[in-house]
């Protein structure tokens, strides 16, 4: 049996029981409102369980965030997640957006502590908000019966004393009331399953999900691991070498890199998968269909709501 058959034959039973979500950010102009619609016009007949929008650090994206959410939930088929943070606002401002969420529809919310605006070297939280995410999620709950997803970091939180605090912090989070975590974005494989191993035998019992970053330009992205504690392998650096001037390639290597590494996790048990999409769907596409997802194959998708023009 050749390689292709042997990869073909494992991929079969694995698609039947993948589902995705895919994470993206309020646009800043016209022209990156254009560039998310299309993407999302694009992955949408992938048939993701969500889609998630992501919030600035102090709030500085609440009302693009809010704009954006409740389009998704008015003119497409798709579940919006709205993230919220706990980050230079008071407990009482954070449930007035929770509640304007609500009342517009919005039920299931991304709960994070956030990250300290530019002004500031660390997170510091407001005299009169939440503390940390599980006192933001315990929150949320008083507020209305969200659903709640939270974060976790498989190679530890910058901000943790410890791993072994980073992990009680997650349980704190999934014990207040959260439904699932979704992790910081990883490249070796085996960091993840070593969290997995080491969140449930703290007694986590919640899904953990994987959180996967198409790498789209790479000093771009090892200059953002540096910042949120994640390990990017030399082996990487090398696939990278040479291709900053070469888009294409770089496209092919990201989606191969990614897909690869999303078919030794399902193989070893991983059903459900969230992407990083910064607003790009293509890359995502190429690694949903690797896996047998391919309800965006064709360009464009199946346009089944308003085209955001």
Known sequence: MNESTHDSAQFTPI?????????????????????LWASIKRLAPIGPRFVSVTYGAGGGTRERTHATVKRVLDETPLTPAAHLTCVGATRDQVDAVARRYHDAGIRHIVALRGDPPNTQARFTAHPDGYQNAAELVSGLKRVA?????????????P???????????LKAKLDAGASRAITQFFFDTDVYFRFLDQARGAGISAPI????????NFAAVQRFAATCGASVPDWMAEL?????????????????????QCLRLARQGVTEFHFYTLNRAELTVAICHRLGLKGGATAGGTQSFASGT
């Open 15 to 35: 698609k039947s029981r993948l589902s995705v979500s895919f994470e993206f950010f309020p646009p800043k102009t016209a022209a990156m409102e254009e560039t």
């Open 145 to 157: 019966d969200f659903e709640i997803t939270v974060g976790a970091h498989p190679e530890v939180h």
């Open 159 to 169: 901000d943790a004393r410890s791993a072994q605090a980073d992990l009680d912090n």
């Open 209 to 216: 999900i994987p959180g996967i970053l198409p790498v789209t």
């Open 240 to 260: 990278f070498q040479g291709l900053d001037d070469s888009p294409d390639t770089r496209q092919l290597v990201a989606a191969t890199v990614a897909a690869e």
